[in-house]
């Protein structure tokens, strides 16, 4: 079963074909129109409002924190109860490093503030605290997506390798396209509401 849509869509195959046309479409629009550049780096404010952007036309919790539990595989995402304060605590972390940015979005990932598409809206907000920061982006094309899903995977107890990987693939080429789009790139990073367990309170 397909979750709950705005676009009236019950087969889960056919909403994952939607959203990623969807999402990818109004990633673009974000990108061409500078409104991500007018954006605060590295709040929650504005995750929330980058996945709002993407998902807004599909589903009525986008740009909202979630309110169940996920996990995914034996993983166990951040709980409800302890979510709130949990971005509160990730807002408050430095960002003016490699090493701070990295780890704050391994911090973000174990929160995982949404009930859907986090991953891409998190990929952008990562890519906004290095370009502002730094002035550099992740080039995604060269990130193997099974090395950077292991890696992610293994992050919250080491983040060692995911760093290595992230810090391979840094470019200055900030206002490629290309290199944005493929970080929201839903088939190749294998998101989707379908791996995840997910327990209504």
């Given at each position: 079963?397909?979750?709950?849509?705005?676009?009236?869509?019950?087969?889960?195959?056919?909403?994952?074909?939607?959203?990623?046309?969807?999402?990818?479409?109004?990633?673009?629009?974000?990108?061409?129109?500078?409104?991500?550049?007018?954006?605060?780096a590295g709040t929650y404010k504005t995750l929330a409002e980058i996945h709002q952007y993407l998902f807004g036309q599909i589903y009525e919790f986008a740009g909202k924190m979630?309110?169940?539990?996920?996990?995914k595989g034996n993983f166990r995402f951040a709980p409800v109860m302890?979510?709130?304060?949990?971005?509160?605590?990730?807002?408050?972390?430095?960002?003016?490093?490699?090493?701070?940015?990295?780890?704050?979005?391994?911090?973000?990932?174990?929160?995982?503030?949404?009930?859907?598409?986090?991953?891409?809206?998190?990929?952008?907000w990562l890519d906004l605290m290095l370009k502002k920061e730094l002035g550099r982006v992740i080039d995604w094309v060269k990130i193997d997506k099974d090395d950077y899903l292991l890696a992610m995977e293994r992050s919250p107890v080491r983040d060692t390798e995911i760093k290595h990987i992230l810090r391979r693939a840094l470019t200055d080429k900030i206002n490629d396209r290309e290199i944005y789009m493929k970080g929201i790139d839903h088939s190749y990073y294998y998101e989707g509401y379908d791996i995840y367990k997910i327990n209504d309170l």
């Open positions: 079963m397909a979750p709950e849509n705005k676009l009236g869509i019950t087969d889960s195959a056919e909403l994952a074909r939607a959203e990623e046309k969807i999402s990818k479409k109004k990633a673009l629009e974000l990108f061409e129109s500078g409104s991500l550049d007018r954006m605060e979630r309110e169940v539990n996920i996990a302890y979510l709130a304060a949990a971005l509160k605590s990730i807002e408050r972390m430095p960002q003016s490093t490699f090493d701070e940015i990295i780890e704050k979005y391994v911090e973000m990932n174990v929160a995982h503030p949404f009930r859907e598409g986090n991953g891409r809206s998190m990929r952008i």
